[in-house]
């Protein structure tokens, strides 16, 4: 019953995630842009409960990045600080909805509200409290003041795997992300990849490394050097009340920020 359940979730997880994603692929016009680093993180299968909501935030500091904007009228990452509130509620066991709100501090001490992001989670393969494989998929909509993106509006696709076992964890995240505005649209779909490898040191101490590449564009990738690599080494804490990840992470090519530091912090509601 177990096997046939897994299989039948798998199913599910298949039907709901390549759909979309092949209506997505169909070829339009445009240039794609980079996000904003609103984020720095792997998704796992952490859902909240049904009518729970949930408070983080996520904070990341570019201690040396690169000096030159993405592109025209960007807001550079040099010396950059992030903070984005994110507000989730529990919609079902298996959903779970979201709210971002990013705000930004440049080099010169300008600060910035980008704008708004919205999230839906699906997680129908959980790896439970004993361990095991997980699955699921997350989209997000999101519209973005052009210093931050070229394109206004954007949606991206992220698949959810990973194996949880009592003393280590393994996650991956193919990403699929495509610029919605006019004339923006040429490079869609863009690929990124992160993954995450921990291990428990501790009772709620793990210790680990995250990677994160931005590839370019789907099925055309970017020569590897000119790809926006980094790697982390990473801390994840919970012992509650305290809940946090903590990382410091180096760049891999010249097109990556040098050095950046990242914190999610869980806020609790009790």
């Known amino acids: 019953m177990a096997n ?3 299989m039948i979730n798998c199913r599910r997880l298949i039907l709901c995630c ?3 994603t092949l209506v997505l692929l169909a070829p339009m016009p445009g240039q794609a842009s980079p996000p904003l680093t609103d984020e ?8 909240n409960k049904a009518g729970e909501f ?7 500091a570019t201690l040396k990045g690169v000096s030159q904007p993405d592109f025209p009228g960007a807001v550079r990452t040099h010396h950059g600080i992030r ?5 989730s509620y529990g919609l079902s066991r298996d959903f779970e909805a979201g709210l971002y709100l990013p705000a930004v501090r440049d080099a010169s001490g300008n600060l910035y509200l980008p704008g708004v992001k919205l999230r839906l989670k ?6 439970e409290d004993t361990g095991g494989w997980y699955l699921g998929a997350n989209e997000e909509l999101s519209s973005i003041s052009g210093q931050f993106s070229q394109s206004r509006y954007a949606s991206e696709l992220r698949l959810i795997a990973g194996y949880r076992s009592d003393a280590w964890l393994f996650g991956v995240n193919p990403v699929f992300g495509w610029d919605l505005s006019s004339g923006q649209t040429a490079d869609n779909p863009q690929f990124k990849l992160g993954w995450k490898i921990s291990r428990n040191v501790a009772t709620g101490i793990a ?5 994160y590449s931005a590839m370019g564009k789907w099925r055309d990738f970017l020569p590897r050097e000119q790809q926006d690599r980094s790697i982390f080494l990473v801390m994840d804490f919970d012992r509650k009340p305290w809940n946090f990840n903590i990382g410091i992470g180096k ?5 990556s920020d040098d050095w950046t530091i990242k914190a999610i912090f869980e806020i609790p509601f009790d």
């Open 251 to 255: 760049g891999l090519t010249l097109v």
């Open 122 to 127: 699906w997680i129908p393969l959980h790896s």
């Open 207 to 211: 210790l680990g490394m995250e990677y």
């Open 4 to 6: 046939l359940k897994t």
């Open 18 to 20: 390549v759909f979309p």
């Open 83 to 87: 903070v984005t509130p994110e507000l």
């Open 40 to 47: 720095i993180q792997v998704y796992t299968d952490d859902i």
């Open 54 to 60: 949930g408070l983080e935030a996520h904070v990341n």
